[in-house]
């Protein structure tokens, strides 16, 4: 849970302060990149330790995730262009893949589905403290001590974390030899590459239909074709081909891709929305995240408890997507005059809906796959919806760049407005500050509305599956011997 807590506070530390690194280093146009190449690392990598989780055991495949995240922290507080924290990020991104995928799968190993959901839960309360304190921190040590320190505070917090995982975390070794898909991976890591890349090519390469970018979709394409045909031959393949035969994996699948586009796409960008259209300093604006992820621990909590007593979950899915798509339809609407009550509501009604279907696609998958893939089927949906986030932040972001180069007008007492820090746009007349907020206003107005036809997709793929109850579990007292080992067929 503390590991947890370090991973999850690391994302939303970072949302309140981004605004600021984004005006020192003056390159709005990569503000999205920030978080989409944590989150495209993070992605490549986290099918891979899934699988090295069922062939080597969690425990040290989860320790050397957190030491890599741990000397990513250290290399972002010590960036010194937009272009090194990106790379930061990245070796960030490696370590924190391998944090969130052996989290779930030490849970799927340790519980049986019903009591899984009420286990996973308790892990929601890291989740409200990682995201009660993580945007106020950020924009507390942002204001006090400089942007560099929201990544340097990771080094005690991984310190302590690591020693109680040697200490007390059990190393329970499989029953397999292990045989890396080391081509398997690699085509994986490509093919998720080259589709965030072409995502984000109207910035990188001026348009998605420019030859360069045309040329990255087509060595993603044939990427996941050689993949397929690799995952078909490998004895131990990082993605077993043979989970997608249950209809009901691949459209979890989808499920996890959207709410992955939204739930965790979109924090930064709400950071930014807060700041540039209210006025508010970092710190307010993250006061303003206790809202969101207060809704996501309760619906989480609930949906937790709800699913371990009727062993249902598609019921939760669906209404939590349809309050999260009306909640981001509402925040499509709202301008630099909206009361910052009516913002906070929205925001925490966001918060429940996200978190009501939070737990499904990671419980579904578990319960449909072979106990001896749980490892690999949990870092498929993990992987899906951190791609589907990475995408998303880079669609989001060149919405946001287009709109505002479509809607720049002269502004009096500002020279460039995407070099306006929180500090700076403070000091502006009211009538500038208020320009500067309908600008970014109108500019977000389309970032919502997508994320919101993104919700919808998710909707209909959980409307076509068919109810499966999860097993209760079989034995109450049995050993964690028999709880690991494989099922008879």
Not at 443 to 471: D, E, H, Q, R, V
């Amino acid at each position: 849970m503390l590991t947890l807590f370090m991973a999850t506070l690391d994302n939303q530390i970072v949302s309140t302060a981004l605004p600021t690194i984004v005006a020192e280093f003056g390159a709005v146009e990569r503000f999205g990149w920030v978080g989409s190449a944590y989150l495209l690392a993070t992605s490549a990598m986290m099918p891979i330790y899934g699988k090295l989780g069922d062939l080597f055991g969690r425990k040290y495949v989860m320790l050397a995730a957190v030491s890599l995240f741990l000397v990513g922290s250290l290399a972002c507080g010590f960036a010194w262009s937009m272009d090194s924290l990106i790379a930061a990020r990245v070796l960030q991104g490696l370590g924190g893949g391998g944090i969130m995928v052996s989290i779930f799968s030490v849970n799927a190993d340790l519980f049986e589905p019903r009591e899984r959901a009420k286990y996973q839960s308790f892990s929601s309360l890291m989740l409200m403290a990682s995201g009660s304190i993580g945007p106020t921190l950020g924009g507390f040590l942002s204001d006090a001590f400089g942007w560099r320190s929201i990544f340097l505070v990771n080094l005690p917090i991984g310190a302590i974390a690591l020693a109680g995982l040697i200490i007390m975390l059990p190393y329970r070794r499989p029953l397999r030899t292990p045989k890396i898909d080391y081509w398997g991976a690699l085509t994986l890591a490509l093919t998720i590459a080259s589709l965030v890349l072409w995502a984000d090519s109207g910035q990188i390469f001026g348009g998605l239909l420019t030859p360069a970018a045309l040329g990255v979709l087509v060595l993603g394409c044939v990427s996941a074709l050689v993949w397929v045909q690799i995952e078909r031959r490998a004895p131990e393949p990082i993605v077993p081909l043979h989970l997608f035969r249950k209809p009901v994996i691949p459209l979890l699948l989808i499920v996890a891709i959207t709410s992955g586009a939204t739930g965790i796409g979109l924090v930064n960008y709400i950071a930014l929305y807060l700041q540039t259209t209210t006025g508010l300093s970092p710190s307010r604006a993250g006061l303003f995240f206790i809202a969101l992820t207060g809704g996501i621990v309760i619906g989480s909590m609930s949906a937790g408890r709800l699913i371990a007593s009727s062993g249902h979950f598609k019921r939760y899915l669906i209404t939590g997507q349809c309050i999260s798509m009306a909640m981001l339809v509402g925040i499509s609407q709202t301008h630099a005059g909206t009361p910052l009550l009516m913002i906070g509501t929205l925001m925490l009604l966001q918060g429940f809906g996200i978190g009501l279907g939070q737990q499904a696609p990671v419980i579904g998958v578990q319960n449909a796959a072979p106990k001896q893939d749980v490892g690999a089927a949990t870092g498929a949906v993990t992987l899906t919806r951190m791609g589907g986030a990475a995408i998303a932040i880079s669609i989001y972001g060149a919405i946001l760049s287009q709109g505002l180069a479509s809607k720049l007008t002269a502004i009096p007492g500002v020279a460039n407005v995407a070099e306006l820090t929180p500090k700076m746009l403070a000091a502006l007349p009211a009538e500038s500050q208020h320009l500067v907020g309908d600008l970014y206003s109108q500019a977000f107005t389309p970032i919502y509305l997508t994320g919101a036809a993104l919700l919808l997709i998710g909707l209909a793929a959980a409307l076509f599956m068919k109810p499966a109850p999860l097993p209760v579990a079989r034995h109450k007292d049995m050993s964690d011997a028999e709880a690991l080992a494989p099922k008879a067929a």
